[in-house]
């Protein structure tokens, strides 16, 4: 379990799942992510058909959790 209130860990590369309206985080680096400006976010489709958004603090942080 993640230490966020409202968020739950699903797998190694930090696949989160949101239960409830909370600071969204960084995929990459975990840092709060400023949702007054825009944001990169990843869409990722599991085998079971579920999507998961994948947000990140900027383009850097994006590239690096790409290249895992």
């Known amino acids: 379990m993640n230490d966020t209130p409202g968020m739950e860990k699903r797998d190694g590369r930090r696949d989160v799942t949101v239960t409830r309206s909370v600071t969204p985080v960084c995929s990459h ?3 709060p992510i400023d949702t007054t400006a825009w944001y990169p976010i990843v869409t990722e489709t599991k085998e ?3 999507v998961v958004l994948h947000s990140f603090c900027d383009e850097a942080c ?3 959790w790409s290249r895992e």
Request: proline share 0%.
């Open 29 to 31: 680096c975990d840092s």
């Open 48 to 50: 079971d058909g579920s």
């Open 62 to 64: 994006q590239a690096a």
